[in-house]
Structure formats: structure tokens, C-alpha cells
């Protein structure tokens, strides 16, 4: 029997829950022998394969037309979709920006910002993705499995990728489970 | 006694107690976040709904009372669903990501519920509208956004303190926490107490000072009292890294139940004094630098030729807020083995000398305990300023008044609760004395005293008026109220300067008697007889051990001609300046030894954090220099010391 696929990506988020994921450290290649590590932002292979994969990880919140379309593909590609850290589960750090209207934000970023020069401009090129406002991964596609944390810590990880890769739902509860 | 079932356990409890408090007697967990142990049951968060057989609905256990023959169920599927849609909606409500929240962690009790029911992602979204954050007040920081309307706050400010700062304004998800109908709390009647900080259940009432500094399950905690007053409240102090970070009220502390004030939870660690860095020897009239030996040597030197010179010796006061071991070695250091015959405190005996008589002179203690203030039904403040000097009373005070308790203020010139009093006699002419006699004489002249007397209270009543000018009226009807109280207590501090004249109305209207007296070791200096009022006047030498005090204005220029002056300090200040041996001692919080409160408890200090390097405990600091001099000096027996004297209070 062939090995169950994996694919990961990003969308709004820091890249800290894939450091998490490197934190699991040599166990990675214990996860390689029980599973078919493919897409990912730390791979090669860029988008998760077109026949689909068994899981696919996605890491940081909805933030524009962009993440949108990731969450769409994976979700399309996935049979079980797992949400990494609490950016993908509640929206995390991005979200604060819900707080703030997008234009203020905007010009915050790119005008105002101590270090802009006189020339401060919002970026207006069509080819852009569109902001929306911060969404948790579930608000945009149906979600498998939660994992929160900030990050979550490698630990977690292992558990739930090996889990997955062995055909069994993790349980994110007791230790395993925190949200900061 | 009722009966009850809970997840099979069948348990026995008095009547009135709610399901929750006996599920919790039982061990069984059941999860909350309006409820606290010392607050009145709310039901507002109805995280601790339970499945009662028989009832329609789910049931809050904090509200509903235990009942003979119930049968409670507490994490049935039903229970546990609804309390994660309790927890979603909360969730839902405001801001409560936990990454950039100050207590994100053990001290976050919403945190720790949804942990409980294993919630891994919130199923509705927070809302978004952004909440006023009100950073206006010195040491508390309201955030809105992080609150959840439990009102732990409200019940706080209202139940433990009376003070009725915080309340509620609008309704549902539109509810805010306001200071007095929307002031900025910075600038409202806030007492500064810091209990709702204690309280709240999330991170919508931070303590600033401590912010970030690590959760209180990082922290090392230390149960210790309080030195800023006569109550001995128990305290929590909180550290890291041998640093103090913060000071919460002991909830199972005797005196104040886990009540602190201003004082005691901000003040007293908001010190920006210098510390000594080293002993310090006046030579070629400049204050350098020495070792411990060398100043050590330099004040047994100027000391010893001095033993036994009565008159022409050595005059030594000590701070109230030593220790009663560091107190007692002081005594027999200066008055017993050098026989000086000015061995005082710096309070000088202004707020017990005058007690202490009394109770000599009657033989017996004549003071109550706290206690009866803790529960009294009327209060008779004479000539005592709660709000500086024992703010913690103020607040049993304010909130006793709260639940119909009386308070009558009897004071000269004006007193800072006399806005709260329902009778406030302020004398301007006249003394303190003739206005406690003419209550006492209104009292009698309207047959409510409860001791036969031959006192003819409508003369002594008109003597009275006249002296005081105030109306027979205002006499007779504040008489009344004292006369009609079933446990009055009248409460007298230091503007009161002989207490006799209180015995006479006590008497007749059976009050207790509390005094406040001064420092934290203000009973133990009395006991000691260390009360007289402190002079220079001839002296050769004069040795001051302040500990962490502050000198008075009056102190400092009192010592203005001291031939030979050491300072046993903490910190730099004018009288360590003046001295001419310094010798560095610990502070309050690295204090460790007996107190005893102003009504009468032993109690002990724990140092919190260690002695910096340059300083030595006081008690050590007597001894050493006591060897220097040739003279044998321990602390064993010291507790005996303290029963030389009939004490105004039976001491515990």
C-alpha cells in the first residue's frame, strides 16, 4: 500500500508553526517513512498534488483573495484538513487588523510607519490580492482538525502528524492543548 | 441539614448552601467564572449550569440552593454542551485572543475553562467592534475588550470595600464596566484598592506595576503581613528573581480576610528612596564609606564611656515597624545594660502611652478586637483618619455602612468620612472629651443607658452644648443611634488624647472599644514602655534605630544638636546625613520577626526577598554592637518582655 500524502502551506502567518514543525527535529524522518511528504513551503514541489493528498496543514489566517485561494485549493486536495496554530484557528495576531478599517491600516503600514520616507504609498497594482478582513481558517473552508498554539509546540505536532499518517484522528486535549 | 446527591455521591450540607459550594466541599470540579468564595453568588455567566433531575432547565449550581432529596448531575452530555456554548458566546463577545494578553495562561480563569472543555478553536468568531481601554488610573489598567460581565469587579468595589466605584451601564453585549456613570477611573472616586484586580477572572483589570513580569504560577509567593499600619493585614507578596512584583490581600488572613488597601498594595512598594550601600563613619567631619567593622568599632566607641551616665548618656528611639525580637533588644541594650533613662520609640508613645496608663490604672485590658468591628451595627469614629492611617478599617467600615450599619464621626476640625457619617459632631471649640461626655450625658438623659449612673445627664448635657456648641439636639439624636445599636464599637485613634473619657459612654451604650494606635509594632513598643516623648536635652550620644522609616521633619531637626548620632537605616535620608556612624539595615519586605497588631494578635513577618549585600538584619546589628561593648545580649525570652505590662488589650 502506497504511503498517505502530506502537503502543507501558508497563508497569513509567521512562519513560526513550520519552524514548530522543524522543531519535531530527527522524528521527521520517522514521518517521512510513514508518509509522503510533498508540497510544502519548505519542499520543492510547490502546490499540493492535482490526485490529492491524504492531509494537508495550513498555517496562518484568511487575509486576502490570496489565502482564499490556497484554503480553496487544499481543501479541494485534502481528505482530512488540519488547522496549524492559533492564526489558522482563531485568526491570531493578523486579526488584530479587524479591529482597524483596511485603509487605516494601509496607510499606517506603508505611510505613516517611523521609517517611510516622503514617499510613502499604498501599493495599487491590480495584480495584487485583495485585502479582506482576517478570518479563521474555519470561516472559509470546513476544518478536520484544530491544532492551536502559538506555535503549537513540536511535541503537538509530531503526535498529530503521525497520527494522521497512520490513519487515526488526533485528539487535542490535557497537555496538548493550548492556545498562547 | 439537607441531603443531597451529586454524580452519585450522597452528601450532608446546611441548609442554604447552594449546589456549587457543596459539590466543591465534596472534591467534585464544577466549572465557574462569576462565582468567587468571598462575593455573593451572581449566576450571570452560567458556566456552572448543572442537570437536577426533575427540572425543566439546566440549573446555575451558584444560585440555586441545596434542597433535601435533590439529584444533581454535573457533566452529563447535556452539561458539558451547553457549557461550551456558554464559552463560544463568550468567546464570541469581545477580544480574547490570548497570545497578546497579560494573563494568557494559569491566571486566566476564561482560558482554563475552555481548556477544561477541551476547546480547540472557538465555533463563532468575536465581533470586532473594539472596546475602550482606560489606562487613567496610576497602578489599574481596564481593558474592555478582555471583559467578560461577570461583575467579580462590581461585587468587589460594593461587598469587600463599600467603596461603589464600579458599576454597569447599558445592557446585553452593549454592557461596559464604568467609574461613577463614565469618569476615567484615574479620576473617579476609586479607593485604589486594587481588590477588583484581585478579582477578575481574565485580563480586563491588570495591575500595571506587575504586568508581564509572570504568572502567579512562576512567581514565589510569600504569606507575610503588611507593615504600613496597626492591622496586620495578611499579605501575599509576590516575586521573581529576589525582586518584588506584586502584593495581593491573603484571603485567609484573620485580620482583613483578603482585603488590602492602597497602602498596603501599591504604596508600600512604590518607594523611591535611595538605599545605604555600605556602612558609613563620619571622619574629618565627611560621611565615607567604612567596613562593618570599622563602624561597628566607631559607634561602640562614641557608646560605651556612656554606660550608666543617666542624664548625661545616650537617647534612643526605634521605629515602630521593627520587629517585636529587634524591639526588645533594643530596650535592654539602651535602657537595661546601659541603664539610659530615654529608650523610646520615634511614635514617642503618642498613640498608646495614654491607653496604656489606662489600663494600668484599671488593672485590666479595656479594648476590644477588631472583631467587634468587623461586626458592629453602629460605628463611632473618635478623632481617627481611616482613609490615612488604617485604610483597611475604612474600607470594613464603608462597607459595613453599606449593609445599614451606623457610622457617627466625632472629630476636631474635619474628617475624610464625615460625608458617609449619618451624624458627624466636629468640634470647633471645646475638646474631643467634653463631646464624648455630652453624648454620654444625652444618652442618660434619655433613660437608654444600659448601667445605672448618678450622672444627671441634663445638666451635664447643657454643660456640654455650651462647651462645644454644638445642639442638644445633634447630642440626643446621635445618642440615639449609638444608644440603639445592638454591637456598637467606638473606634478612637491618635486625635483622641485621653481615652479615659470613652469608658463612660462604652458603658452605657455596651460598645466595645478599638483603638488604632500608630505603627505596625505600635502594642509591642508600648508593652515595652518604649512611649516617652523624645529629646536630646543634655544627651552625649544618640542612637535611632529606623529600620525602613522615614524620618519626621520634626525628628531630623530635634536632633539638629546631638553631639554623637548613629543611624541604624535602610535608606539615605536627612537623619543619615546628619549621623555621624550609619549602619545599613534590611527593609520591610527582607523583615523577619513577631508583630503584634493593634489589637493585641501575634502575628509573623517572612522576608520575601533576601537582605542586600551591604545591609544586616537589626536584630544582628544590636548584637554585634552590644559584643563590642562587652555586653551580653540575646533575644530568648523576649515574649515574656511583653507581659510585663497590663496591656490596653488582651494580646493573643
Given at each position: ?180 | ?281 563620619r571622619?574629618?567631619g565627611?560621611l ?26 545616650v537617647a534612643a528611639a ?24 530615654l529608650?523610646?520609640?520615634t511614635?514617642q ?184 516623648p523624645f529629646t536630646v536635652n543634655g544627651q552625649q550620644a544618640v542612637y535611632l534605630?529606623l529600620?525602613?522609616?522615614?524620618p519626621t521633619e520634626s525628628l531630623v531637626k530635634s536632633l539638629a544638636a546631638a553631639p554623637f548620632l548613629v543611624v541604624?537605616a535602610?535608606?539615605?535620608s536627612a537623619l543619615t546625613e546628619k549621623a555621624d556612624v550609619v ?70
Amino acid at each position: 500500500m502506497p504511503k498517505p500524502k502530506i502537503s502543507t502551506d501558508w497563508m497569513a502567518g509567521c512562519a513560526g508553526c513550520h519552524m514548530s514543525l522543524l522543531d519535531i527535529d530527527e522524528r521527521i524522518i520517522e514521518i517521512a517513512g510513514l508518509a509522503d511528504i510533498r508540497a510544502t513551503p519548505i519542499t520543492d514541489l510547490k502546490e499540493p498534488d492535482e490526485d490529492g493528498v491524504a492531509v494537508g496543514v495550513l498555517e496562518g489566517a484568511v487575509n486576502n483573495s490570496s489565502n482564499e485561494e490556497v484554503a480553496h485549493r487544499m481543501r479541494k486536495r485534502c481528505k482530512v484538513l488540519v488547522a496549524l496554530g492559533d492564526c489558522a484557528v482563531f485568526g491570531g495576531v493578523p486579526a488584530m487588523r479587524n479591529l482597524f478599517e483596511i485603509e487605516d491600516a494601509l496607510r499606517r503600514a506603508y505611510v505613516e510607519t517611523e521609517s517611510t520616507d516622503g514617499e510613502g504609498k499604498i501599493p495599487d497594482d491590480p495584480e495584487l490580492a485583495s485585502m479582506t478582513r482576517v478570518r479563521a481558517l474555519h470561516e472559509v473552508v470546513p476544518v478536520d482538525v484544530f491544532v492551536p498554539g502559538c506555535p503549537p509546540d513540536a511535541d503537538t505536532i509530531y503526535y498529530v502528524l503521525s497520527e494522521l499518517a497512520q490513519g487515526r484522528m488526533p485528539e487535542i486535549k490535557g497537555d496538548k492543548l493550548h492556545w498562547h | 441539614m439537607v441531603v443531597l446527591t451529586i454524580d452519585g455521591k450522597q452528601l450532608e450540607v446546611p441548609e442554604g448552601t447552594t449546589v456549587l459550594r457543596a459539590a466543591q466541599q465534596a472534591g467534585i470540579h464544577v466549572p465557574t467564572l462569576c462565582d468567587h468564595p468571598e462575593l455573593t453568588p451572581y449566576g450571570g455567566c452560567r458556566l456552572c449550569l448543572v442537570e437536577v433531575e426533575g427540572a425543566r432547565t439546566l440549573q446555575p449550581s451558584c444560585t440555586l440552593p441545596a434542597s433535601s432529596g435533590m439529584v444533581v448531575h454535573t457533566s452529563t452530555d447535556k452539561v458539558r454542551t451547553a457549557r461550551k456554548f456558554v464559552l463560544t458566546l463568550l468567546f464570541s463577545e469581545r477580544n480574547h485572543f490570548c497570545p497578546f494578553c497579560e494573563v494568557s495562561g494559569e491566571d486566566c480563569d476564561l482560558q482554563q475553562a475552555a481548556y477544561g472543555e477541551d476547546m480547540d478553536h472557538w465555533p463563532l468568531q468575536p465581533n470586532w467592534e473594539p472596546q475602550p481601554v482606560d489606562a487613567s488610573h496610576p497602578f489599574i489598567l481596564m481593558d474592555q475588550n478582555r471583559c467578560i460581565l461577570c461583575r467579580r469587579c462590581v461585587r468587589a468595589c460594593a461587598e469587600l470595600t463599600g467603596a461603589f466605584t464600579l458599576g454597569f451601564e447599558e445592557r446585553g453585549a452593549r454592557s461596559a464596566l464604568v467609574a461613577d456613570y463614565g469618569l476615567p477611573l484615574g479620576e473617579s472616586t476609586c479607593l485604589s484598592c486594587g481588590m477588583c484586580v484581585q478579582v477578575c477572572p481574565t485580563g480586563a483589570l491588570v495591575d500595571k506595576r506587575s504586568a508581564y513580569l509572570g504568572q502567579k504560577s512562576v512567581l514565589e509567593h510569600n504569606q507575610t503581613i503588611c507593615l504600613e499600619c496597626s492591622m496586620g493585614c495578611g499579605i501575599d507578596v509576590l516575586s521573581r528573581n529576589d525582586q518584588v512584583v506584586r502584593i495581593e490581600g491573603n484571603w485567609e488572613a484573620p485580620v482583613n480576610d483578603g482585603v488590602l488597601c492602597v497602602n498596603g498594595r501599591y504604596l508600600s512598594l512604590d518607594d523611591n528612596r535611595d538605599r545605604l550601600q555600605s556602612p558609613l563613619v563620619r571622619k574629618d567631619g565627611q560621611l565615607v564609606p567604612a567596613s562593618w567593622d570599622e563602624a561597628l568599632d566607631a559607634a561602640a566607641a562614641g557608646l560605651k564611656p556612656l554606660i550608666g551616665k543617666n542624664g548625661s548618656g545616650v537617647a534612643a528611639a526605634a521605629s515602630t515597624r521593627l520587629t517585636a525580637e529587634s524591639l526588645y533588644l533594643f530596650k535592654e541594650l539602651f535602657a537595661g545594660k546601659m541603664g539610659s533613662a530615654l529608650v523610646t520609640s520615634t511614635e514617642q508613645g503618642a498613640a498608646t502611652a495614654a491607653a496604656a496608663r489606662l489600663a494600668e490604672s484599671l488593672g485590666k485590658p479595656f479594648e476590644a478586637k477588631f472583631d467587634a468591628l468587623k461586626n458592629a451595627d453602629c460605628i463611632v469614629l473618635v478623632g481617627a483618619e481611616l482613609n490615612e492611617q488604617n485604610p483597611v478599617a475604612g474600607l470594613i467600615t464603608r462597607r459595613l455602612r453599606a449593609t445599614g450599619a451606623k457610622l457617627v464621626i466625632i472629630d476636631q476640625g474635619d474628617n475624610s468620612l464625615s460625608e458617609l457619617a449619618d451624624s458627624a459632631l466636629l468640634v470647633k471649640e471645646g475638646s474631643l472629651s467634653d463631646l464624648i461626655a455630652g453624648l454620654t450625658a444625652a444618652v442618660v438623659k434619655q433613660g437608654l443607658s444600659r448601667l445605672e449612673t448618678a450622672l444627671d445627664g441634663r445638666k451635664a448635657l447643657s454643660a456640654a452644648t455650651v462647651k462645644t456648641g454644638i445642639s442638644a439636639d445633634a447630642f440626643l439624636t446621635t445618642a440615639r443611634m449609638i444608644a440603639g445599636a445592638s454591637q456598637p464599637v467606638i473606634v478612637f485613634g491618635q486625635n483622641l488624647a485621653e481615652p479615659a473619657v470613652l469608658l463612660d459612654l462604652a458603658a452605657a451604650t455596651s460598645a466595645g472599644i478599638v483603638s488604632l494606635k500608630g505603627g505596625a509594632n505600635s502594642l509591642a513598643a508600648s508593652q515595652l514602655g518604649l512611649d516617652q516623648p523624645f529629646t536630646v536635652n543634655g544627651q552625649q550620644a544618640v542612637y535611632l534605630a529606623l529600620g525602613d522609616e522615614d524620618p519626621t521633619e520634626s525628628l531630623v531637626k530635634s536632633l539638629a544638636a546631638a553631639p554623637f548620632l548613629v543611624v541604624q537605616a535602610s535608606h539615605k535620608s536627612a537623619l543619615t546625613e546628619k549621623a555621624d556612624v550609619v549602619l545599613p539595615v534590611e527593609a520591610w519586605v527582607e523583615r523577619q520577626g513577631s508583630f503584634f497588631s493593634a489589637d493585641g494578635r501575634l502575628q509573623q513577618a517572612v522576608s520575601s526577598v533576601s537582605l542586600p549585600e551591604a545591609a544586616r538584619d537589626s536584630q544582628a546589628v544590636l548584637v554585634e554592637l552590644a559584643a563590642r561593648m562587652d555586653i551580653p545580649l540575646d533575644a530568648g525570652g523576649w515574649q515574656e518582655a511583653f507581659n510585663r505590662r497590663i496591656s490596653p488589650v488582651t494580646i493573643y
